[in-house]
């Protein structure tokens, strides 16, 4: 149990589109989903972190215009990247919490954005 | 501020010897600490985890250590196999609801033939 899924896995888009990542959680009802990035070499930054129904919380220094979430139900968040551009590339992934409990993030497999 | 930070960024070893990850915090108020495993291109992975009133837990191969006075915590790999190279990372987690994870910034464990 406790399975996060990402889609898409894999992005390529021209700069200035958008790009939609979407996370569910398979087979659990997820409390709060979070938004990492990731660049080569290095740990997870937390981006931002969503409730179900609620408006997302932003990490300091992450334009929350240009990278929105919405957390339409408990096992759905998506990201979008709006006018993307080159830095924006990177490993974005997402992980989901459970209502019960209090343990660890379940991390989904991570979708990797070219942005040419 | 506050972090998890590692204090070896790579570590070789040899297939079937003992590997020891490291990590130190500096903040003791989170009661619960994971360590991850992240292969190229993947998610991370639970590996195991430890609430701060134990100071050893151990899975299959893997045992973490808790050291809170000197705020240290290990992640030990019996018998290295070459499917372990991997990045690990632990995450320190400071409230009851499983959020606030700080991630430390991980280890690159390559197992050599």
């Known amino acids: 149990g406790a399975v996060v899924s990402q889609h898409p896995s894999r992005v390529i888009c021209k700069s200035g589109t958008s790009v939609k990542i979407e996370c569910r959680s398979l087979d659990f009802q997820a409390t709060t989903m979070f938004w990492y990035r990731q660049f080569p070499k290095q740990s997870l930054m937390l981006m931002a972190t969503s409730n179900e129904g609620s408006k997302a919380t932003y990490e300091q220094g992450v334009e929350k215009d240009k990278f929105l979430i919405n957390h339409a139900s408990l096992t759905l968040s998506t990201l979008t990247v709006t006018s993307a551009h080159p830095e924006d590339s990177s490993f974005y992934i997402c992980?989901?919490?459970?209502?019960?409990?209090?343990?660890?993030?379940?991390f989904g497999p991570g979708t990797r954005l070219t942005v040419l | 501020g506050e972090s998890v930070g590692l204090h070896l960024p790579t570590l070789s070893v040899q297939e079937g010897d003992n590997s020891i990850i490291n990590c130190a915090y500096s903040?003791?108020?989170?009661?619960?600490f994971i360590w991850y495993k992240q292969e190229s291109g993947k998610g991370p992975q639970f590996i195991i985890d430890i609430r701060s009133n134990m100071d050893k837990r151990q899975g299959q191969r893997v045992t973490v250590l808790l050291n809170k006075t000197v705020k240290h915590l290990s992640l030990q790999i019996a018998a290295t196999q070459p499917g372990d190279s991997a990045v690990y990372f632990c995450?320190?987690?400071?409230?009851?609801?499983?959020?606030?994870?700080?991630f430390g910034p991980g280890t690159r464990l390559s197992v050599l033939p």
């Open positions: 903040n003791s108020a989170s009661d619960y």
């Open positions: 995450a320190e987690i400071k409230d009851n609801y499983g959020q606030n994870f700080v």
């Open positions: 992980s989901a919490t459970r209502r019960t409990g209090y343990n660890e993030q379940f």
